[in-house]
T-cell receptor
């Protein structure tokens, strides 16, 4: 399967713990996006990378959140000192092309539950 | 700011019924418009898109026309099937006058569609 993959698919953690998610985009896709989706809502943009450069971050991305894409391939999203409000589905998408025109292909998501 | 509003669901239909899911948007610039679908247990998939006013996107029997005058992009299908049961999301991607896309998608809240045999 050459689609976008995310790991883990599910994560349960206690409040205050740190968690890290990984996204592997489609090979050679230069753009990688992170979104968050809460129950009953559409995905909300968090941040995106073009190759290894993080070009935009949403105001939703508090100081407890950090994302990296060190070699322009896979990306990680870390949440420090998790809070119950962080419980959501975290989606990754990748696309190919300049100027953001490429179709975004989504991964299956990582469901985070903070107890 | 940019926003997308979808008709509230859930929507329940019998097989072969006509489907309309309303979507309206607010955006600066020249947005591209999309419908994504999420089948049970699967990730989001692009269903169709339109990149300029009066364009019609179509796929798998679904259609949507980009109406700038009414800022709408309603999804329609003439005869739904049980396999169309899913969550449907309308989304926009802002583009400036020079054609540069800002990349990120702004989604509506989603509409759950259930089709009964």
């Amino acid at each position: 399967d050459t689609g976008v993959s995310q790991d883990p698919r599910h994560k349960i953690t206690k409040r205050g713990q740190n968690v890290t998610f990984r996204c592997d985009p489609i090979s050679e896709h230069n753009r990688l996006y992170w979104y968050r989706q809460t129950l009953g809502q559409g995905p909300e943009f968090l941040t995106y990378f073009q190759n290894e450069a993080q070009l935009e971050k949403s105001r939703l991305l508090s100081d407890r959140f950090s994302a990296e894409r060190p070699k322009g391939s896979f990306s990680t999203l870390e949440i420090q000192r998790t809070e119950q409000g962080d419980s959501a589905m975290y989606l990754c998408a990748s696309s190919l092309g300049l100027a953001g025109h490429g179709e975004q292909f989504f991964g299956p998501g990582t469901r985070l539950t903070v107890l | 700011g940019n926003s997308v509003t979808q008709m509230e669901g859930p929507v329940t239909l019998s097989e072969e019924a006509f489907l309309t899911i309303n979507c309206t948007y607010t955006a600066t610039g020249y947005p591209s418009l999309f419908w994504y679908v999420q089948y049970p247990g699967e990730g989001l998939q692009l269903l169709l898109k339109a990149t300029k006013a009066d364009d019609k996107g179509s796929n798998k029997g679904f259609e949507a026309t980009y109406r700038k005058e009414t800022t709408s992009f309603h999804l329609e299908k003439g005869s739904v099937q049980v396999s169309d049961s899913a969550v449907y999301f309308c989304a926009l991607r802002r583009t400036n006058a020079g054609g540069t896309s800002y990349g990120k998608l702004t989604f509506g809240q989603g509409t759950i569609l259930t089709v009964h045999p």
